[in-house]
C-alpha cells in the first residue's frame, strides 16, 4: 500500500490527539517526506507541543521538512466561496455581506465544506517545480464526537448539492477521503475503558459508516515491559517481606499494573477492531516538545507505511 498523502488523527479528547499528530508528522519528517501539520481544533495545544507562538491561518515553516497551520473558520468560508465565485469582485460583495455569513453558519455542513475544501487545497498545492508543496497532511483533527460530523460533510451535503461548483467540491473532498492510497484514519486511544470504547465505536463509524480507509488502532501512553516474570515474583516476596523501601515497591507495582492493563486494552482493542494496535509508549517527561516526540514517532512510522 502506498504511503497516504492525507493522515487524519482522531480520538476522544484526553488520549494525546494532538501530541500523537505530531509524533506522525515528525515520523514522515524522518522519512524524508515533507509534512505540513493542520490544527482544526480551537483554542488548540499544537503550537505549544511544537514549541512556537500562536500557529496563524497560512501555513508556516516550524522545522526542516516541517510546516504547521492552525485551520480558520472564516478564512476556510473565504477561500470556499472565492472557488465557487472566481469573479472576485462579486465573491468579495457577497463576503461582505454579513446576512450571507449568518446564513452560511446556519447551515448545516457548510463551515464543514469549507474546512475540507482548504485541506483539499493543500494537498493539491504544487510547489514552483510542479511537485506537490507537502508530501503529506497530517491533520490533528477535532474530538471524536466532531471528527464524524467534519468526514460525513461529503455525504450530508450530496443531496443539496449534486451539480455546479459545489458539487465538484464536495466530488474531490470524497475522492480524497474514499481512497486508500491517498488517504488513512488513525483513531487514538489510551489504556482505559472509556478510551478504548470510545476508540471502538469511532473506528467502525469511520471504516463501515463513512468508508474511510482506517489504519491500525493507535494505544498511546503504554508503559513499557519493566520488570520479567522472575522480577516480579521478587517484587512480590519484597512486598511480602518489606524488605524494600515502601515507596519504591509502590511505584514498581503501579508500573507493572499499568503494563498490565495496557496489555489487557490492547487485546480488547485487538479483537474489537480486528486490527492490531500499534502501541505509542508513554513519555516520562515534565513536558512534550518537538525534540521529544522520537519515541512516538518511531512506534507511529508504520502506520505510514
Known amino acids: 500500500m502506498a504511503a497516504p498523502r492525507l493522515v487524519i488523527v482522531t480520538g476522544k479528547g484526553g488520549v494525546g490527539k494532538t501530541t500523537v499528530a505530531a509524533g506522525v508528522a515528525r515520523a514522515a519528517v524522518a522519512a524524508r517526506r515533507r509534512a505540513l501539520l493542520v490544527e482544526v481544533a480551537t483554542p488548540g495545544r499544537l503550537a505549544s507541543v ?3 507562538n500562536a500557529l496563524g491561518a497560512e501555513p508556516r515553516v516550524i522545522a526542516d521538512g516541517l510546516s504547521a497551520v492552525a485551520l480558520d473558520e472564516g478564512r476556510a468560508l ?10 472576485r469582485l462579486l465573491s468579495r460583495r457577497l463576503l461582505s455581506s454579513e446576512t450571507f455569513r449568518i446564513i452560511a453558519a446556519a447551515v448545516p455542513g457548510i463551515i464543514e465544506a469549507a474546512l475540507l475544501a482548504q485541506i483539499v487545497a493543500w494537498l493539491e498545492e ?33 443531496g443539496l448539492a449534486t451539480v455546479g461548483p459545489l458539487g465538484e467540491v464536495l466530488r474531490r473532498i470524497s475522492r480524497w477521503l474514499g481512497d486508500p492510497e491517498l ?3 488513525l483513531v487514538v486511544a ?25 489504519g491500525r488502532p493507535l494505544l498511546n501512553a503504554v508503559f513499557p515491559r519493566r ?10 516476596d519484597a512486598d511480602a517481606g518489606h524488605t524494600v523501601d515502601p515507596e519504591l515497591l509502590a511505584a514498581g507495582r503501579y508500573f507493572i499494573e499499568r503494563r498490565r492493563a495496557a496489555l489487557e486494552h490492547g487485546k480488547a482493542l485487538r479483537e474489537k477492531t480486528r486490527a492490531r494496535p500499534l502501541e505509542l509508549p508513554f513519555v516520562f517527561a515534565r513536558g512534550m516538545i518537538w525534540d521529544d516526540l522520537d519515541p512516538i514517532a518511531e512506534a507511529a512510522a508504520p502506520a505510514l507505511d
Open 50 to 52: 511544537l514549541g512556537v
Open 78 to 87: 473565504e477561500e470556499l466561496v472565492h472557488r465557487l465565485m472566481p469573479l
Open 126 to 158: 504544487r510547489d514552483f517545480r510542479g511537485r506537490a508543496r507537502w508530501d503529506v497532511v497530517v491533520l490533528d483533527a477535532p474530538a471524536s464526537g466532531h471528527s464524524v460530523p467534519l468526514l460525513a460533510t461529503p455525504r450530508t451535503l450530496s
Open 183 to 185: 488517504t488513512r484514519a
Open 190 to 214: 489510551i489504556p482505559e475503558d472509556w478510551a478504548v470504547a470510545e476508540a471502538v465505536e469511532l473506528y467502525e463509524s469511520l471504516r463501515d459508516g463513512l468508508a474511510i480507509p482506517v
Open 227 to 236: 520488570f520479567s516474570r522472575t522480577e516480579e515474583a521478587l517484587l512480590a
